[in-house]
């Protein structure tokens, strides 16, 4: 201990404190400052960059989830009027075949209705016709026959078989 | 130290070791050329081994000490010293300034003022004309010494070192370029594993300048010491004083409240005050001593260990001529070496040492928290 303080060079003190001071508060300014604040600048840049970085990631992440729900919904949407489509395909299908059968019905009732008119109407033509012709030939066929009484009896015989028949 | 590893990369890793080992090689090669000479050959091998051992004994002694010119080597068959002179500076009732080579290595009196001085194992004394040291007079000596001068030079190296880191940075934007990818890992690692951690994310940037510049101060001393040139700064008791005072003092003024309550009431509410007052009769002077005794470890640390590594180292070397045979030289050469290395670590690690527990101290000076939970 002795010797430590012994060997305490005053001078040597003196210099390195003030040489060391001068130091200090010349490398603070030129040197410590400087070079601490680019480099927290540097670090707040980087932390920057990567939250931003996470953030479009965070945000492409919502985006696409969000693209897949679209999906997902057109999906659904496009099921849907699928289905709906095919309903009423089907509907207008059932329901045009229903209404061509009834329709169908309609008209072959009608028709069997006309055709029973037109026939019925053929029918009293025909026999009105036939009722005519008869006459006429009767008419005619007594003209001549009554021409004479013979042949007259004889017409008159046959015509009545014929009735008969 | 991890991620100052990482950030290096091989290359640099490559010089860093290339230029140690020259350095180291450099070192021996220059111990080897300086001592011990066989100038008297009628003495018998034990008186030789003696006279090289008391030779090695005195240039470790010189080596340790600081010396008012920058002396280098002499050349012992001619007497002729190599180096350079540094201005004497003394206070002695009015100021003296001369070159220390009118000494002419503590062999003339210098005439300065109508007062004599006269430089005596490496101590200047005020003599009379005959050369008779005057008791009574005390100059004080504020000489450029060989240390300051070397901390002059280290100091401007280093300021020239963080300046051009400093540019760099303006240079790449935000990225260092040149030295400062070397310095950048360094500073980074003090900040985020020595101040942060021990002082808080709160207050750390006001110690900053301190603890850079200290670590950094007394790495370069301490590398400086390991080159062949030899000034060990961190190994004078002045310097390591001066460090040392300044983390007192800036603990002692940067100090809050807390710190101050910690040291007069250091139970808190634990126990009923009429308790605490034959406690405190023992515990707050011993806490209050507790504050200088932090710092005055920090100086005896730090000088005691370089200035160990340094005999060690030095008489490892020495030791290599003692043996002066194959064997012998070659094993001490071989610890020698191994040393040189683990001195370089030293040399860092006293740095991290000197600046971790700056920083612990100034942590508890800042510290906000009740000490109650601490106990």
């Known amino acids: ?165 | 130290m991890h991620r100052f590893l990482k950030t290096m990369n091989l290359e640099m890793a490559k010089k860093l070791v290339i230029s140690v080992l020259i350095v180291l090689v450099a070192n021996f090669l220059w111990a080897s050329a300086s001592p011990v000479k066989d100038t008297v050959s009628t003495y018998t091998a034990e008186e030789k081994a003696d006279q090289k051992k008391s030779k090695i004994k005195e240039d470790i002694k010189h080596h340790l000490q600081d010396s008012h010119d920058f002396h280098l080597f002499t050349d012992e068959t001619t007497g002729k010293h190599y180096g350079f002179p540094l201005p004497v500076i003394l206070w002695d009732e009015e100021l003296h300034v001369f070159m220390s080579s009118e000494f002419h290595h503590g062999e003339s009196i210098v005439q300065s003022k109508d007062k004599y001085y006269e430089l005596h194992h490496g101590k200047i004394h005020r003599t009379d004309e005959s050369g008779n040291i005057i008791e009574s007079a005390h100059p004080i000596d504020f000489s450029i010494t060989k240390n300051v001068f070397m901390i002059m030079v280290i100091s401007l190296m280093l300021f020239i070192m963080l300046f051009r880191t400093n540019k760099s940075y303006k240079k790449r934007g935000h990225l260092p370029s040149g030295i400062g990818r070397f310095i950048e890992p360094i500073i980074l690692y003090v900040r985020d594993d020595i101040a942060i951690p021990n002082i808080g994310k709160k207050h750390y940037r006001k110690y900053m300048g301190f603890l850079l510049t200290v670590f950094f101060f007394v790495w370069l001393v301490n590398l400086f010491g390991l080159t062949p040139i030899g000034v060990n700064i961190t190994n004078n008791i002045a310097v390591t004083f001066c460090l040392a005072l300044l983390t007192y003092l800036i603990t002692i003024f940067t100090a809050k409240k807390t710190y101050w309550l910690h040291l007069i009431d250091p139970l808190g509410n634990t126990m009923p005050w009429i308790a605490k007052i034959p406690l405190y009769i023992l515990l707050v002077p011993i806490e209050l001593l507790g504050t200088i005794i932090k710092p005055f470890s920090l100086m005896i640390r730090l000088y005691a260990n370089i200035t160990a590594g340094h005999i060690v180292l030095m008489s490892l070397i020495g030791m290599m001529f003692v043996f002066n045979n194959w064997i012998g030289s070659s094993l001490s050469f071989l610890l020698a070496f191994t040393l040189g290395i683990l001195e370089l670590l030293v040399a860092a690690l006293q740095a991290y040492i000197f600046t971790m527990l700056s920083a612990v101290y100034f942590g508890s000076a800042v510290a906000e928290h009740e000490h109650d939970e601490e106990h």
Do not use: C, H, Y
């Open chain 1, 1 to 165: 201990m002795e010797k430590l303080i012994e060997e305490f060079s005053v001078g040597l003190f003196f210099w390195q404190t003030v040489l060391f001071i001068a130091l200090i508060f010349l490398l603070r300014k030129f040197a410590w400052k400087p070079i601490l604040n680019a480099v927290i600048e540097r670090e707040e840049k980087i932390e920057g960059a990567l939250k931003a970085a996470e953030e479009a990631e965070n945000k492409m992440k919502e985006l696409s989830a969000n693209n897949e729900k679209i999906l997902a919904d057109a999906r659904v949407e496009r099921e849907n009027i699928l289905k709906d489509g095919r309903s009423i395909k089907e509907k207008m299908i059932a329901d045009a075949k229903s209404q061509a059968s009834t329709e169908a019905e309609k008209i072959i009732t009608s028709a069997k209705e006309q055709i029973n008119i037109e026939k019925m109407k053929a029918m009293t033509e025909i026999k009105n016709q036939v009722a005519d012709i008869s006459i006429e030939m009767a008419e005619k066929i007594l003209r001549t026959e009554l021409k004479d009484a013979k042949n007259q009896k004889k017409l008159i015989e046959e015509a009545l078989k014929k009735q008969i028949n």
